[in-house]
């Protein structure tokens, strides 16, 4: 019998620690097969954040370093600085990328690092429990925030995306999904892409990919996808925010 799916070898076969409904497993799939089809596993050096994602390196079958918390941009700076032919990472949440990795990510960009960050946004806290982050949306709710985020307190979600496609040295900027297999498709394009922009030495490239936290949402794994599509996409919306295509 032919064989239509299996396990790509960009991740390592072992169980993982995420929550039921989380997403972050789709995303690990997506970077662990596009690694395996540009056949550059071998080169690759990836760098784990402190979040839900901390434990990346145990999944993805190359090499790993563990960051300090929001610091993977300035690791993995040094690593391609060192390295730079090999093929260099990041996979941060939006706590560790937004938040106080804030200053790391902008200034990778704007220097125009030869780097890959795929950025993943579930608009709240995962690991620590719930918090507010800088990407939860108006009115949504979190341990920080009981009666939903106020802007008069907090201000409006950063929008990361937008504000790294501001700078010259970010070459490619996109937002994806992966609610439904047909934003997952489209996620795993920008990813190809993002990686195939590093490989050609263009320069900085980010894929912020919309993701579900069902257990801190307080929702089931069915009603996170629903939510997502109904309260980010509308925030956040899909799509390319620039590419090397367009003049800057």
């Known amino acids: 019998?032919?064989?239509?799916?299996?396990?790509?070898?960009?991740?390592?076969?072992?169980?993982?620690?995420?929550?039921?409904?989380?997403?972050?497993?789709?995303?690990?799939r997506l970077v662990g097969e596009v690694l395996e089809e540009l056949d550059v596993l071998g080169e690759t050096i990836g760098?784990?954040?402190v979040g839900c994602s901390v434990f990346a390196y145990n999944y993805f079958n190359c090499?790993?370093?563990?960051?300090?918390?929001?610091?993977?941009?300035?690791?993995?700076?040094?690593i391609k600085r060192v390295h730079p032919d090999k093929v260099v990472f990041t996979y941060q949440g939006d706590g560790d990328l937004a938040s106080i990795g804030a200053a790391e990510i902008i200034h990778a960009a704007a220097r125009g690092e030869k780097i890959t960050t795929i950025f993943v946004?579930?608009?709240?806290?995962?690991?620590?429990?719930g918090q507010m982050a800088p990407t939860t949306l108006v009115g949504q709710k979190a341990t920080t925030s009981p009666f939903g985020r106020d802007v008069s307190h907090a201000g409006m979600p950063i929008k990361v995306s937008e504000m790294l496609a501001t700078l010259d040295g970010a070459k490619f900027?996109?937002?994806?999904?992966?609610?439904?297999?047909?934003?997952v498709r489209k996620a795993k394009k920008a990813?190809?892409?993002?990686?195939?922009?590093?490989?050609?030495?263009?320069g900085f490239g980010i894929v912020e990919v919309l993701s579900t936290c069902p257990t801190n949402w307080g929702v089931t794994p069915v009603e996170a996808l629903s939510w997502l599509e109904e309260n980010m996409i509308?925030?956040?919306?899909l799509g390319n925010i620039f590419s090397p295509k367009e003049a800057k």
């Open 234 to 237: 509308p925030y956040y919306p």
């Open 191 to 202: 990813i190809k892409k993002a990686f195939e922009l590093q490989l050609s030495g263009e």
């Open 47 to 49: 760098v784990a954040p």
């Open 121 to 129: 946004n579930n608009a709240i806290y995962g690991m620590t429990g």
């Open 63 to 78: 090499d790993m370093h563990e960051a300090a918390h929001g610091r993977a941009p300035a690791v993995a700076t040094g």
């Open 173 to 183: 900027v996109e937002r994806v999904s992966v609610h439904n297999a047909k934003e």
């Open 1 to 28: 019998m032919a064989k239509v799916f299996e396990r790509t070898n960009g991740l390592v076969d072992i169980p993982t620690h995420y929550c039921p409904g989380c997403t972050h497993g789709i995303i690990h």
